[in-house]
């Protein structure tokens, strides 16, 4: 399985490690009011779709970015891949 | 007649190899089998169940009978089948499953109770008592039916694992494959060409036909000429691609050097992770038989392999052979061996309109009803509009069609489709993504078609990834037309075998359709039909034909079971690919490591790292007396340790501190620059996960450090949080750990040591209290950093300098320090000095345990977010109660025992009464008895408490009382002084 990384081109996935949802970059406001319940949600509650699902890996044996890949659970392909750090600059308002 | 002239083998050297220790010769290009057959050998081996002798059925890996074990010792290797072992000097190879002689089998007895062993004998006899399935019938069972014997020894030989890339990878070098990767090559795609023999050509090998009107293998040799020509193409032979994966991954494996007596220096094998961007599979046809009584004679082959045999390899074990077909294709055994010599006594055709292509009797619409032999073939029983009669011959050659190798097109749930007029099965259109079945495999059979289907495979592969790859020349070939007769068994009262090396015969599933075992996957299961080691290539459609008859249906309705990699058995040492014993894992060594191999140190495995456990010294006779002996001379001198394999984090950046702040609960913003703090971190979910220090060594420069088992995963963690959760922090980080060689200099003389190695630095207590650190140089200008930390209680630091220094660093410690008693110490000691303290390790940050705890509460802080802060302050962490203590055993010379459940005195002893458990213990030099550190329920309110630490798994309870988790100095005044 090859991974497109953005920076470095199609890198196999043994160099990667998986996390798993990428919905772990949406970290919530601690100070908000329901933060303990929606710190609930964000540690312990995933979707676990058939069909696109998008992914963190860490590139841990390459240039340690972490990835947000796209990839069809049913198919196994990948569909594309961006650097975490863009989708979370993007999530606060800030250009990469 | 054995030998005939021609073939392919290089008769001017000749090979000796034993069989059963009678020594034998062939020459080089010969198989075992091959060589065997020319020798007139039949007999090779004895069957699976019954014990009936059996011989070589086929010419490649689909063979099921002609199963030997190789080489002797460490190197035996069962289950080699004899037709693909390539022969060379000093072969050695033995039968199977026989006793005490392959012509002489005791066990053959087992043939005479055969009505016992049908289908299903196994799930109805041994039933019951149940408790003897496993202590009696099982074994007794395996030791009966059998196929070889493992060595018991550990594998002496290397294999290696590499990965390549190509556009298109062609499997089979066959004349469809070789117009494939000719095709493409000449294109200028990246190419790889995998054969799992190890001669290209494939069936043009094995056959008479020519191409432009010359031999078929001037053609093949022509062409490998032109391929060492082309860069683009790499040739594998003796590789067989074994498995299709996920985007376009292919398994295969190379054996390098199993022609060879001993691969030497070299691997044995390797294994290739192929990733192709397209693949053509043309991995040819294989032949199947026809099913008749007593089918299974030594000499009954099939009908392409006893042409392959003569032709290729000019071996033939007898003078007069006959044919039985269903199919235009025997006829060519025919022709062919008859040109070679051999009488044919006829060719029995199934077809009633059959004719003679040659010189032979051809016995139309006929059919053979039984064998005669006894340990080989003498004689076929014909029956045919003419009458029954029975003819001598010594070999048969039998051909029921040929049924394409789509293994590899079915192994992503590719579902092959049945084709009436070829009455075969055809890759379907739902096969792994980019593969393109081409030849044989794609039910192209005649020469030509093979030819013309592989080069246009090859261009429409490459038109699909925007290579432009024109048909390249092709030679003129036989085209002849495929007819057939669809004829998969012969009607009779005695056995008929379909799955030779499972033994499993027309009435096994005539029984499982009886007992309604009719689909596909239960007939599979219940009868074993094609489950050995050659997964039944020669023997599933038949089954399955044989099952459509019974059912009613159509073949192509009955369908066929999936599948799977591997094509043909892998072992399990290539698979490893090398990554056995010590080469498991990377095995990382710290920078003192060979220092203390040389002081005789006893290691320990720590993660990947190899740490010093403990240093014994002459006369001592118990790793307790060297550990006593390093922890006290801690307490009294001075030691050294090896540290650097704790986790060490360079972290930079203007918002380096507001970063360390979010990591850490506790508050590393306010720590002044050339101070040192202890850091906990928490995981998201509120639990404690890590501790370490966190040095500052500029405003925007912090070195911080992990334990050594979360080293990785800690760095991995700030890195998730510096990229996807504050991205907009300046903040960079690197792991440091290798970089860094760091050794612990404790002890109440360990001030005066370092004195004598820095340069010019003071180190005065004023200048450099507890829980600072610094940049410097020492022992004459090399650069390192102090920090004044202390893991076991005393005066003690932590000093780094650059990896490749760390040795000679130990070895000038060591020499300046021995007129004070300095002792290196390894992991024991390390462990009983941080016991005696009080400190938190890995068990009892194990996951369970909140800061409260641990006892560090209050460093959570309350005014800032960090990982972990909302969620440790939720109502289950925040009420956990139990808290770290000290304990000691009530009676002089009791035991504390690590993961012993505390409990109330007079408490029940249940899961439900646990009041805590025990994390560490050791014994403790310093306070002369065992120690150990556990959580307590309200353990802080409990000081003076006696509890009961019961054991309940190994048995046995002590008293012990509750003290505070130090037992060194806890005003602290040995590390501020």
Redesign the interface.
């Known amino acids: 399985m090859l991974i497109p990384h953005p920076l470095l081109g199609p890198r196999d996935a043994q160099e990667f490690v998986c996390l798993g949802d990428a919905r772990l970059i949406e970290r919530p406001d601690p100070a908000a009011a329901d933060a303990e319940a929606a710190f609930c949600d964000y540690v312990f509650l995933r979707d676990n779709p058939a069909g696109v699902h998008r992914e963190l890996w860490f590139h841990e044996h390459g240039d340690r970015s972490w990835l947000v890949v796209t990839r069809d659970t049913v198919t196994h392909a990948v569909l594309g891949a961006e650097l975490a750090r863009d989708v979370a600059l993007a999530r606060v308002g800030r250009a990469p | 007649m054995t030998r005939l002239a021609g073939g392919l083998i290089d008769r001017t050297q000749t090979v000796t190899f034993t069989f059963d220790g009678t020594r034998y010769q062939g020459h080089p290009g010969d198989t075992l089998a091959s060589a065997l057959l020319a020798a007139g050998v039949r007999l090779m081996g004895r069957s699976f169940k019954y014990h009936r002798p059996r011989g070589v059925f086929a010419a490649g890996s689909e063979e099921p009978n002609a199963l030997v074990e190789l080489g002797s010792g460490a190197r035996r290797e069962p289950n080699s089948r004899a037709t693909t072992v390539e022969l060379h000097e000093g072969l050695e190879a033995h039968s199977q499953n026989r006793w005490p002689a392959l012509s002489f089998d005791a066990l053959a007895v087992n043939d005479l109770l055969a009505p016992f062993f049908t289908a299903g004998f196994y799930y109805k006899t041994f039933m019951w008592p149940k408790a003897f399935w496993e202590r009696l019938y099982e074994p007794l069972i395996r030791r009966a039916a059998g196929l070889g014997r493992l060595s018991m020894q550990a594998d002496p030989d290397a294999y290696d694992k590499g ?1 390549l890339h190509c556009d298109l990878l062609v499997v089979g070098a066959g004349p469809s494959g070789l117009a494939a990767a000719l095709t493409a090559a000449r294109a200028g795609a990246r190419v790889i060409l995998a054969e799992e023999d190890f001669r290209l050509g494939g069936r043009l090998l094995a056959e008479t036909g020519t191409l432009d009107g010359a031999p078929a293998v001037d053609w093949v040799t022509a062409l490998e000429a032109a391929f060492a020509d082309l860069p683009n193409l790499r040739v594998m032979r003796r590789t067989t691609v074994f498995g299709v994966f ?2 376009g ?1 292919y398994g295969a494996v190379e054996r390098v050097a199993d022609h060879r007596r001993d691969p030497g220096e070299g691997v044995r094998q390797t294994l290739w992770r192929i ?1 192709a961007r397209r693949a053509v599979l043309a991995a040819g046809a294989t032949e199947r038989p026809i099913a008749f009584a007593d089918n299974d004679r030594p000499g009954i082959m099939l009908a392409g392999a006893m042409r392959a045999y003569a032709n290729r390899w000019a071996a033939c074990p007898v003078d007069t052979i006959a044919v039985y077909t269903n199919n235009d294709d025997g006829h060519r055994t025919a022709v062919d061996l008859l040109a070679r010599g051999v009488q044919v006594a006829a060719v029995i055709d199934a077809r009633a309109e059959a004719t003679a292509r040659g010189d032979y009797r051809v016995i139309a619409g006929g059919a053979v009803t039984g064998t005669r032999g006894r340990l080989g073939l003498s004689a076929i029983e014909v029956r045919s509009d003419r009458g029954a009669e029975r003819i001598a011959c010594g070999a048969l050659g039998v051909s029921g069609g040929w049924n394409p190798n789509l293994h590899l097109a079915s192994h992503h749930r590719g579902r092959p489709l049945w084709d009436e007029t070829l009455q075969t099965f055809l890759p379907d259109a739902h096969g792994p993504a980019g593969l393109v079945p081409a030849g044989a495999a794609a039910g192209a059979f005649s020469t030509a078609a093979a030819l013309s289907s592989g080069a246009a495979a090859a261009t429409r592969a490459l038109g699909e990834i925007g290579i432009d790859a024109a048909p390249c020349a092709l030679p003129e070939a036989e085209a002849a037309p495929w007819r057939i007769a669809p004829v998969f068994h012969v009607p009779g009262r005695k056995r008929a075998w379909v799955d030779f090396q499972n033994e499993v015969t027309v009435k096994d599933i005539a029984l499982a359709h009886a007992e309604n075992m009719r689909p596909v996957e239960h007939l599979k299961r219940y009868t074993t039909l094609g489950m050995g080691t050659d997964q039944g290539k020669t023997a599933n459609v038949t089954g399955l034909a044989v099952m459509a008859e019974l059912t009613g249906r159509t073949i192509g309705e009955t369908g066929t079971t999936v599948f799977r990699p591997p094509y043909t058995p892998v072992s399990l040492s290539v698979l490893g690919g090398g990554d056995t014993g010590p080469y498991f894992r990377p095995r990382r060594l710290p920078p003192t490591h060979r220092w203390a191999e040389a002081q005789g140190a006893v290691f320990v495995e720590v993660g990947q790292w190899m740490r010093a456990q403990y240093f014994p010294r002459p006369g001592e006779t118990h790793w307790r007396q060297a550990v006593d002996r390093e922890a006290a001379a801690v307490r009294s001198a001075v030691g050294l340790c090896d540290v650097t394999t704790l986790g060490k984090i360079d972290v930079q950046g203007a918002d380096a501190a507001a970063f360390l702040d979010r990591l850490y609960c506790n508050t590393l913003s306010t720590l002044k620059v050339g101070r040192v703090r202890y850091g906990l971190m928490l995981r ?2 509120g639990f404690a996960y890590d501790d370490g220090t966190a040095a500052r060594f500029a405003d925007d420069h912090y070195v911080v450090t992990t334990t050594t088992a979360n080293a ?1 995963l800690v760095y ?1 963690n700030m ?2 949080a510096r ?3 504050w ?2 922090l300046d903040v960079q980080i690197v792991s440091t750990t290798d970089a860094w060689a760091q050794i612990a200099v404790a002890g109440p003389k360990a001030r005066t040591l370092l004195a004598r190695i820095v340069d010019g630095f003071d180190l005065d207590n004023a200048a450099f209290p507890f829980m600072a650190c610094s940049a410097l140089t020492v022992c004459g200008g090399l650069r390192a950093r102090l920090f004044r930390i202390s893991f076991s209680g005393e005066l003690a630091y932590e000093i780094a300098v650059p990896a490749r220094y760390g040795q000679a660093l130990m070895e000038r410690l060591m020499a300046r320090g021995a007129d004070l008693g300095v002792t290196p110490y390894g992991t024991e000691a390390l462990s009983v000095l941080r016991i005696e303290k009080g400190h938190a390790a890995g068990a009892e940050l194990n996951g369970q345990t909140t800061a409260a705890m641990l006892g560090l509460g209050r460093m959570v802080s309350q005014k800032k ?1 960090a990982i972990g ?3 440790s ?2 109502e289950g962490l925040a009420g956990d109660a139990g808290r770290l203590v000290g304990l000691r055993p009530v009676e002089d010379g009791g035991a504390v025992v690590g993961g012993a459940h505390l409990f109330a005195e007079g408490a029940a002893r249940t899961l439900a009464g646990s009041e805590g458990w025990i994390t560490s213990s050791c014994h403790s030099p310093h306070v002369g008895a065992a120690i150990g550190l556990g959580f307590l329920e309200r353990g802080d309110a409990r000081m003076g408490e006696v509890v009961v630490a019961a054991n309940p798994l190994e048995g046995g309870s002590a008293r012990l009382r509750v003290v505070p988790a130090c037992f060194v100095d806890p005003e602290g005044g040995r590390l501020r002084d």
């Open positions: 990965f996920d985007h991954v990733t998201e979910d990785g991995r890195e998730f990229q996807c959760l991205p907009e977010d802060a909302v969620m302050r939720r």
